[in-house]
């Protein structure tokens, strides 16, 4: 992601003093947030969190402590993920799975790193490395083929590079994306990648610039981060009954499951994705999210999956964020006419 040094300083530093020790909190929890603003798909609102105030509250910690919380995360994990506060990144950490699994050819080396996921979304963190001399200077990167054989019988793979501070080497960092109907956690998947492919910002086209095949196994063994809610109450939709089975809340991904026998109407009347720019679209099935300390926000760009199946009447929507949300501070969740009172542990 974002230039490294900052986290650095916290593995180097022996005996900080204390304002020493705010300042390097701070680095990894507010100036990684004011580098670069990030939308998460939502309307602007007026946000107040508590957690902004971390950085002072953690202070007392020695530099030690504090670093052990997250070895269990990568710090490209860490910086992809920005959590919200010290013990959300801690909690992340815990679930965190490290693969460290290579794959090599004459065209480059493909290092697995760790995997995180919840019920319907899972995160693959890789980095890539090619021959000496080249240089991996794109904005964006995936591979033209990837294939990762899971016990789902549907899934949805995407990929985003990371800014890792230096596009003028060999080596990218990457995250693979995976949406399933169910969690994946503890299986073993075997994965195979072929062609990497670079492009300019939208909307600029793929091309493969390094051909070859990358294939390997290794186990999901990551802790599942979400709160299931069973909800099962009627809803409307767009003027047609439905039933809202159950709400799955992380910090990475929040699910909705619903059953409906008038998917066909439903889908007709919600119309057409509405592009509003490059590669970005309204949301037409938009969820509020009301904070407990009375702020809310509305998934207005769309982000995730919107799965609709007419054989078993049934529409899975995956909302995912840019960045993780603080799931710990939702009070409720508003979608259509229906709020669902949400406690995740407060």
């Known amino acids: 992601m974002r230039n490294r040094s900052h986290i650095h300083q916290l593995f180097e530093a022996l005996a900080p003093k204390t304002e020493q020790k705010e300042k390097m909190l701070q680095n990894i929890l507010v100036q990684s947030r004011n580098e670069k603003i990030r939308h998460r798909g939502f309307a602007p609102v007026k946000r107040l969190r508590s957690a902004v105030l971390a950085a002072v509250l953690m202070a007392g910690l020695t530099t030690t402590a504090f670093a052990a ?14 959590p919200v506060n010290h013990q959300q990144a801690q909690y992340l950490s ?13 065209n480059g080396t493909l290092t697995i790193k ?40 549907f899934q949805s793979v995407g990929f985003k590079a990371l800014d890792d501070g230096n596009r003028s080497d060999n080596k990218i960092s990457l995250v693979m994306s995976v949406m399933t109907r169910n969690s994946i956690a503890g299986q073993k998947v075997h994965l195979r ?12 086209i793929f091309e493969t610039i390094i051909p070859g095949t ?16 069973p909800v099962n109450q009627n809803i409307t939709m767009y003027g047609y009954e439905a039933v809202l089975k159950s709400i799955s809340v992380s910090p990475i991904s929040i699910t909705l499951k619903v059953d409906s026998s008038y998917l066909e109407e439903i889908n007709e009347a919600a119309g057409e994705l509405k592009e509003i720019g490059d590669n970005k679209h309204l949301d037409n099935f938009p969820i509020t999210i009301n904070y407990a300390d009375g702020t809310s926000e509305t998934t ?14 049934q529409i899975l929507m995956i909302k995912t964020f840019e960045n993780v949300i603080n799931d710990k501070e939702i009070a ?6 229906k709020e669902i009172p949400i406690q995740t542990g407060r």
Do not use: C
């Open 214 to 229: 990358w294939e390997t196994e290794f186990k999901l063994d990551f802790k599942d981060y979400s709160t299931l809610y």
């Open 94 to 106: 815990n679930g965190a799975y490290v693969v460290d699994k290579q794959v090599t050819n004459e």
């Open 332 to 337: 409720s969740i508003v979608f259509f006419d």
């Open 114 to 153: 760790q995997v995180i996921g919840d019920s319907n979304l899972t995160y693959i963190l890789m980095d890539f490395s090619a021959p000496e001399g080249t240089v991996l200077d794109a904005a964006r990167y995936r591979f033209l083929d990837n294939d990762i054989t899971t016990r789902q019988n």
């Open 193 to 204: 990648l072929k062609d990497l492919q670079a492009a300019d910002p939208l909307p600029g």
């Open 300 to 313: 207005a760009i769309f982000s995730g999956l919107y799965l609709s199946e007419h054989i078993s009447e």
């Open 69 to 82: 919380a997250y070895m269990g995360l990568d710090e490209a994990f860490l910086k992809f993920l920005n």
